[in-house]
């Protein structure tokens, strides 16, 4: 199933902070010398999971990433940012956009949007199953 846009009684607030925040390693790299996807889907994962608490989910699975866009690539020495957004809670399931943005060298102005995903979340109980999402009044942070 894919994601809907935005649901009208969804709560979407914008955090002023990212999920979380990341300098890469050298160890992070690839074959090129440049920053594995695969890490940075990773570390997507985590901070769409993050906002999926805010949101109110406890014990979640993710079924699926979507809309992956590696628009620039990744350096050694890159501060990248998790930027969340909640697009869609359903009954059991979550969708997050999550943005990931980079500051590069010495200028903390200098920013460069270098990767977008959307992932959704199934919130679950102790047996593994689809459990409806309690939503919080007022998401908090994580
Ligand atoms: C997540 C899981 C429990 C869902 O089980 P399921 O039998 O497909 O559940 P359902 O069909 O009842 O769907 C539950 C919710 O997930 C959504 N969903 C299911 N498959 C989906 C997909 N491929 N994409 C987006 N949403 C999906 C459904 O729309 C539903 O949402 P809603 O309740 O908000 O309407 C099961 O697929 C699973 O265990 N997958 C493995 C998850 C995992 O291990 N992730 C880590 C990867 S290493």
């Not at 010398?33 to 890490?39: E, N, R």
């Not at 990744?74 to 998790?82: I, N, P, T």
């Not at 943005?101 to 102005?109: K, S």
Request: proline content about 6%; glycine content about 8%; charged content about 25%.
């Amino acid at each position: 199933m894919t994601a809907e846009p935005r649901d009208s009684e969804s709560p979407q607030p914008r955090w002023n902070e990212p999920a979380i925040r990341v300098l890469m390693m050298p160890r992070d790299t690839n074959a090129h010398g440049t920053i594995f996807g695969g890490v940075i889907l990773s570390y997507i994962d985590q901070a769409g999971a993050i906002e999926a608490r805010r949101q109110g989910s406890r014990l979640m699975l993710t079924v699926s990433m979507d809309k992956i866009v590696f628009h620039e690539p990744v350096f050694v020495g890159d501060l990248v940012s998790f930027w969340t957004e909640t697009l869609r809670i359903g009954t059991t399931s979550i969708t997050i956009k999550v943005v990931c943005e980079v500051i590069r060298g010495a200028d903390p102005q200098k920013k460069v949007m270098v990767t977008e995903a959307q992932v959704v979340y199934v919130n679950v109980g102790d047996d593994g199953k689809p459990t409806p999402i309690k939503r919080r009044a007022n998401a908090y942070s994580a």
